[in-house]
């Protein structure tokens, strides 16, 4: 059954990830966006665009027109005003635009908590918007959900950022808070499965995951996975208020987000109602399989990135530090060479062995050493032919991973390194010419690895642009500036 189906939130977290399958499935989908240029490159070629904003009543009715099925995946978390007011404004304006246009059914994603009990802002928030919405005479399929894992969820980005540079974590009681996290594609699971299924009244689906834990379990699972050692050290006297200035001092978190985030980890999310369990055929992960799963769909995802579309791509030589792509550092840039991509890809396919690297072998040769030095492999594999290339060929302390010939090399590294390394070249028609991209990535295993890219990132600077450079003037160009 094909459905027609109003999403918002697309530009965000989950209704990212909802979108493409529910195009998948067939249905005919309108997204509900603040600035749809941001959204179109992101779309299908059947999936509309509508501009709108759930605190814009009268954008709301063009929306909701011919709609069956509505998702309200919003949330006013990063106001700098009353969050909770603009909440229930917005709740309530798409609520009576759903009605009017006939709309048969709202799904809403909320929070879990027990709301016999006291509950922070931002939970008693997330109950409310339901509430709200279920004034109407609209059908509401509310889903509660605890902490969601996956790569980019907020939570989780919390968690990787404190394992990854902390090894002695100061711990406030927070982190001992019990929780039921939920893995990002059993709660997509649900979202997908409820458009079809038929249901009575306005049920609250309450889902988790198989696994009953706090914070700090879950930050013990993640290093464990990632190799990491790490202690906890609780203190009592760390308040809600204290903690989100702490976590602003060595996590990326945006702070207003950040400080509502901690206020509602201090509260219990478990699951207490099976009814869930007895309505959908999903059997959720626990949190060892469900952080397993973040960390794959991060390297598939950063497999099939192109950084021509990346934030890198702006044109503008990278800031100190590079890109950051989840838990990997990107240093990319880009040259335009008047001379067709066969040409420009052959030095890129004749790199390493006895024709270098195109500048700074001296450094090349010296990390080697040092490798070996660390027990490593240094630099005396040389290539097995100066011309051709294959999959899982080495070139020096490098493995091809990727080789798509005339237009892209991936080099995997097999040096001795407190995480991973890559160094990819992609070359593309542009322009009556080509454009050739370099860039080096690295994930940093915990804080040595941090503490080596920005220790290297100075000389990379240094080593990499001549390497382009001279990669460009080998097939037979002149460089030009950095392009988007």
Request: aromatic share 8%.
């Amino acid at each position: 059954m094909t459905a027609r189906i109003l999403l918002t939130g697309a530009t965000g977290y989950v209704g990212g990830r909802l979108l493409p399958l529910l195009e998948r499935a067939g249905h005919r989908v309108r997204c509900l966006a603040r600035r749809p240029e941001f959204l179109r490159p992101r779309v299908g070629p059947d999936t509309d665009i509508v501009r709108g904003d759930v605190l814009d009543r009268g954008s709301l009715d063009t929306a909701m027109h011919g709609i069956d099925t509505a998702y309200y995946l919003v949330h006013s978390m990063g106001s700098t005003g009353s969050f909770e007011e603009e909440d229930r404004a917005g709740a309530a304006n798409f609520a009576a635009a759903a009605q009017a246009a006939g709309v048969r059914r709202i799904v809403y994603l909320g929070g879990l908590g027990d709301s016999r009990l006291p509950l922070s802002p931002h939970l008693r928030s997330r109950h409310e918007v339901g509430d709200v919405l279920r004034r109407s005479t609209v059908q509401v399929v509310e889903f509660r959900a605890s902490i969601v894992i996956g790569s980019g969820s907020l939570s989780y980005e919390m968690v990787r950022a404190l394992v990854e540079r902390l090894p002695v974590m100061i711990t406030p009681k927070w982190v001992e808070s019990r929780a039921q996290p939920i893995a990002i594609g059993d709660l997509l699971e649900y979202l997908v499965a409820v458009v079809e299924l038929p249901l009575d009244g306005n049920p609250i689906f309450e889902i988790g995951g198989a696994d009953v834990v706090s914070y700090g379990d879950i930050m013990t699972e993640y290093a464990q996975q990632r190799g990491l050692r790490r202690f906890m050290i609780r203190v009592p006297v760390l308040t809600p208020r204290l903690s989100s200035l702490w976590l602003g001092l060595v996590t990326p978190l945006y702070a207003r987000v950040g400080r509502k985030l901690i206020d509602s980890i201090s509260y219990p999310t478990v699951v207490r109602d099976d009814a869930a369990h007895r309505t959908f055929p999903i059997r959720p992960m626990g949190i060892r399989d469900a952080i397993a799963s973040a960390l794959r769909n991060e390297d598939q995802e950063f497999a099939l990135t192109r950084w021509s579309d990346a934030l890198s791509a702006s044109g503008k030589p990278p800031d100190f530090g590079g890109v950051r792509f989840g838990n990997r550092l990107v240093d990319s840039r880009v040259v335009h060479i008047p001379a067709p991509p066969a040409t420009v890809f052959a030095p890129v396919r004749q790199i390493g062995g006895a024709t270098g690297w195109y500048y700074g072998d001296w450094l090349w040769t010296l990390r080697g050493w040092l490798d070996l030095l660390g027990g490593g492999i240094g630099m005396r594999r040389g290539r097995a032919d100066p011309d051709a290339l294959r999959v899982g060929d080495t070139i020096d302390c490098w493995r091809v991973e990727l080789f798509e010939p005339d237009r892209r090399l991936r080099l995997a590294a097999e040096m001795k390194l407190p995480g991973r390394a890559w160094l990819e070249f992609e070359v593309s028609e542009s322009g009556g010419g080509s454009t050739l991209r370099q860039t080096a990535i690295f994930e940093p295993l915990g804080l040595a690895g941090l503490a080596y890219w920005y220790l290297v990132y100075p000389l990379h600077q240094f080593v990499f642009a001549g390497m382009l450079r001279n990669i460009a003037a080998a097939g037979g160009a002149t460089v030009g500036k950095h392009v988007p």
